[in-house]
């Protein structure tokens, strides 16, 4: 049986730890990245319930070398990764465009865009050795000029251009990388922006997990396509 190697970022909570579990039925080894231990260590003993190595990786995705360093590792023990899911990311608050903190701002774009470019320059090759490498960043598609998102929509819609680049220019390797953005999940960030809504209306991250588990299959031979759910 081929040995499938998955990482997935923001494992420690939501549509990332939901994601992890999920991949963890057809992944031989994966690797969750998150700043809260002891909710990695929850989503660490589900996923080994589901006969999956993990290795928990507690570290900051805005460090310059954290990625790089987590990469040198993967190589020397497996010289390839088959499926990276990024999933972290932050959204304090909605505001208007005059309200918003400088210091806020610049720290949304080292989570939310940033961390995703070192993230795809620090497995880059490792993606390329395996024969069905596959990359996918949650991201979110507003409409233009969207009300009170103007910290986040410039910066996922950047991220976005960035990621299609990327399969663009990866067309002729074993590499699909695509987004997917889902419209209203039921997680803490959602109920942070948007409290006392209706979750009814809001999908559950099992759902978006198992889309991303579709995506992110071998089968799934589409790349650089903005996928909403």
């Known amino acids: 049986m081929e040995k499938v190697i998955s990482l997935v970022t923001g494992a420690s909570s939501g549509i990332g730890a939901e994601t992890a579990i999920q991949l963890s039925k057809i992944s031989s080894h994966i690797y969750i990245i998150g700043r809260n231990i002891s909710n990695l260590e929850i ?4 996923i080994i319930n589901n006969n999956c190595e993990c290795t928990i990786v507690p570290l900051d995705i805005n460090e310059d070398q954290a990625f790089n360093n987590l990469a040198k590792t993967i ?3 497996d010289n390839k990764i088959d499926i ?8 304090d608050h909605l505001s208007p465009i005059e309200s918003i903190n400088e210091d806020q701002f610049k720290n949304i774009v080292e989570t939310n865009f940033l961390s995703n470019f070192k993230l795809i320059k620090s497995f880059h090759y490792l993606l390329k050795n395996s024969e069905n490498g596959r990359l996918l960043i949650i991201s ?3 409409s233009k000029g969207y009300q009170y998102w103007g910290i986040y929509n410039p910066i996922m819609k950047a991220l976005n251009e960035l990621l299609i680049t990327y399969a663009n220019e990866n067309k002729k390797t074993n590499i699909k990388a695509n987004i997917l953005c889902p419209k209203a999940v039921d997680t803490s960030f959602r109920n942070k922006i948007m409290p006392g809504e209706n979750k009814d209306n809001l999908l559950t991250t099992t759902i978006v997990a198992k889309k991303i588990v579709e995506i992110t299959s071998k089968d799934f031979d589409r790349t650089g396509e903005v996928i909403e759910i």
């Open 43 to 46: 989503v660490n003993d589900k």
């Open 75 to 77: 190589a020397e023990k």
């Open 84 to 91: 990276i899911v990024s999933c972290a990311g932050i959204i």
């Open 140 to 142: 979110a598609n507003q």
